[in-house]
């Protein structure tokens, strides 16, 4: 995942792309395809996995049907495709705009809530007794992070309400979109923390991450959990750089299994 990067120079800022050829590009966007893997058991729990930067849906539901866990049903979509200020405007998947992978960046709040609101109409359609949650990898990890806050928020960053509640978050080698104006948001709201605790969260990062840094995994944990996510768990992986082992899987099946409540897990 994340292979584009590999071709291109990472130093471009996020001003290589005018703001008006941003804005003329986000209205055409259209997200790609919609994979589904279908649970083989009982369906008790639904969640969106998103992949990073440049990838697509089918490479995340090819990862995920290996898992022994028979009662999740999996969608994995596809981001649109877009200009991509860290890539110089060379356009590819990606859920939202970004300049560097770090908090540090300017954070496009149209694309992160267009995404956004993407996976709840995606989740939206599900039984009522089945549990829901989104996962991700990378960018697809800063997006399933940025949803937590707008559950926890009861709103996107627009103030459009958002009308789903996570039971559980997963957030791989990923850092937290929007976290400089986070702290303010939630000492506004007393509802807001007090939804936060109760929505799980796991985030793994590799020390030896050479795209997204650990400090900024780190960082985006603290600062989750100084809005109230008390029940966020944060793990660093010995050695691992930016990609998925199946030690790291494996953990978070067990989390799943546990947050959960599932059957049949092996």
Request: glycine letters at 10%; proline letters at 5%; one cysteine or more.
């Amino acid at each position: 995942m994340d292979e584009v990067l590999t071709t291109f120079n990472m130093s471009y800022s996020h001003s290589n792309i005018s703001s008006g050829s941003r804005s003329s590009a986000r209205r055409s966007l259209e997200f790609g395809r919609t994979h589904v893997v279908r649970p083989k058991g009982k369906h008790q729990a639904t969640i969106v996995w998103l992949h990073g930067l440049g990838d697509n849906g089918s490479s995340s539901s090819q990862l995920l049907e290996t898992l022994p866990l028979p009662n999740i049903k999996w969608i994995c979509p596809t981001a649109p495709t877009r200009p991509v200020s860290l890539l110089g405007g060379f356009p590819c998947t990606a859920w939202f705009d970004v300049g560097e992978f770090s908090e540090e960046g300017p954070d496009d709040w149209e694309g992160l809530d267009a995404s956004a609101a993407h996976i709840v109409n995606l989740l939206s359609a599900e039984p009522s007794d089945v549990k829901v949650g989104i996962g991700g990898f990378s960018m697809g990890a800063a997006m399933a992070l940025y949803s937590a806050t707008c559950c926890a928020l009861g709103k996107y960053g627009n103030g459009v309400p958002y009308p789903i509640f996570l039971r559980a978050v997963v957030g791989l080698s990923g850092w937290l979109p929007g976290s400089r104006s986070l702290r303010n948001k939630f000492e506004a709201s007393h509802e807001a923390t007090r939804r936060a605790a109760s929505i799980p969260i796991l985030q793994f990062h590799g020390t030896a991450d050479e795209v997204v840094a650990l400090k900024y995994g780190e960082k985006s944990a603290q600062t989750l959990t100084s809005a109230g996510f008390r029940t966020l768990v944060f793990k660093s992986q010995e050695g691992m750089g930016h990609y998925t082992i199946p030690k790291e899987m494996n953990e978070v099946c067990s989390w799943l299994n546990s947050r959960l409540g599932l059957e049949g897990y092996r």
